[in-house]
């Protein structure tokens, strides 16, 4: 028995941190929406009662720290089931660029076994157990667009933005997400307007959305990364309608609602860094 999931990445068009809590995490606002770049989780039933976990890049690791593996073994110990799985990852999202590519590989993962191993589980189940496993794998085994509260695991959808393309521009950079929060003084920055955004998604308006985009983790990583700073700068500079970065960086993006743009600001990135990809945003319809 196999199986084949997608995992597509998310970007944040809002990102605030309202204060910090006893339990060391911070309470988060964030708007989250998926794009149509995903790695691809292959599921392979064994009867060997063992995880495995192979990834196309060399640099994932296959163990114990892979959020999959994690996916897998929670949901065996949840169940109490006693078969293995072969897990085969085929990675397109950037490894730690804000786009949370690991934890959309661990909710995948738990979807996934959900249907090999027919368990029955409603998404409120995976989303729980995803909560245990990252901040972000509640938002990524719902998808599509949401306003993400608590420390990030608590999901309200909310309808699709409106169709645009979507830049992603990564410079060859890691960012650490604890170092940033740890770094972020929320009572210095300018928080984001969660609830005007919002407003801008339920009317459709592309150019509300475009001028509420903010991230309260942006100040602290572009002041760490120049790389990141001159991205977004770059970013601008070739004619993106909306320009912020991703959750804690590095990677910056640029919404595009016009096709006639959308070459210009991809080639023009391509001579600052390697990885940029023209993406759509995964509107409800579409999932």
Avoid at 27 to 36: A, G, N, Q, R
Avoid at 123 to 135: C, K, P
Avoid at 201 to 227: A, K, M, R, W
Avoid at 231 to 260: N, W, Y
């Amino acid at each position: 028995m196999k199986c084949s999931v997608k995992a597509p990445a998310k970007i944040n068009l809002s990102l605030d941190a309202i204060n910090k809590r006893d339990d060391g995490f911070h309470e988060v606002e964030m708007i989250m929406t998926m794009v149509d770049l995903a790695d691809r989780i292959d599921l392979t039933d064994t009867d060997d009662g063992l995880i495995t976990v192979d990834v196309s890049e060399g640099f994932v690791p296959n163990d114990h720290r892979n959020l999959a593996y994690q996916a897998a073994s929670l949901l065996r110990k949840h169940c109490q089931i006693k078969r293995g799985v072969s897990i085969y990852i085929t990675k397109r999202i950037p490894v730690a660029a804000g786009l949370a590519g690991g934890s959309s590989d661990a909710a995948a993962t738990l979807k996934g076994l959900n249907q090999l191993w027919n368990l029955g589980l409603s998404l409120d189940e995976l989303a729980v157990m995803g909560a245990e496993i990252g901040s972000d794998v509640s938002f990524c085994v719902y998808g599509g667009t949401a306003l993400a509260t608590g420390r990030g695991e608590m999901i309200k959808a909310i309808p699709s933005p409106p169709p645009c393309w979507v830049i992603l521009a990564k410079p060859p950079i890691g960012v650490s997400t604890a170092e940033v929060y740890k770094r972020l003084k929320v009572n210095e920055v300018e928080h984001a307007n969660t609830s005007a955004m919002i407003k801008a998604i339920e009317e459709q308006s592309f150019s509300g959305i475009c001028n509420n985009l903010h991230n309260v983790l942006e100040s602290v990583t572009l002041d760490l990364y120049p790389e990141v700073k001159n991205i977004k700068e770059q970013m601008i500079r070739f004619g993106a309608d909306g320009v912020l970065m991703s959750g804690s960086g590095p990677t910056v993006f640029g919404l595009v609602e016009h096709e006639s743009r959308l070459h210009r600001v991809y080639n023009g990135l391509r001579g600052f860094c390697q990885d940029v990809f023209a993406v759509r945003i995964i509107r409800s319809t579409d999932s």
